[in-house]
């Protein structure tokens, strides 16, 4: 007797898809999203403090409450709220002017 597709149970997979992933970070960085810790975790002073001097725009965004893809928008148009740098190809922020923005310097 064969199996109908129609009946048949649909293969699951346990695999993450791409937009499902947490940000990837140095390992060991606190207050970094890793992959064994949750993208959308609760940023606190001290961890952003810990981040040092700059930081990406993805983790920037992730502290500020918004997502990537609005972060490197606004960077790209210089309109994120606050300061960032374009070194090559890359944005960084520095960790101080988040620390103003909320008020927590």
């Keep these: 007797m064969s199996t109908d597709q129609r009946t048949a149970p649909a293969a699951t997979s ?3 898809h791409t937009s ?4 990837t970070g140095p390992p060991g960085v ?8 949750p993208a959308n975790q609760v940023w606190t002073v001290e961890a952003v ?15 500020l409450g918004f997502g990537r893809t ?10 994120f709220p606050v300061q960032t740098l374009r070194i090559g190809r890359r944005y960084v922020v520095p960790v ?3 620390l103003r923005l909320l008020d927590a310097d």
Aim: aromatic letters at 2%; hydrophobic letters at 55%; glycine letters at 4%.
């Design 14 to 16: 346990t695999a993450l």
């Design 20 to 23: 499902d992933a947490a940000v």
């Design 30 to 37: 606190p207050g970094r999203a890793t992959a064994a810790e």
């Design 49 to 63: 403090r810990a981040l040092g001097m700059t930081t990406d725009v993805a983790t920037a965004a992730a502290i």
């Design 70 to 79: 609005k972060a490197y928008e606004l960077a790209k148009n210089n309109q």
């Design 96 to 98: 101080l002017a988040i």
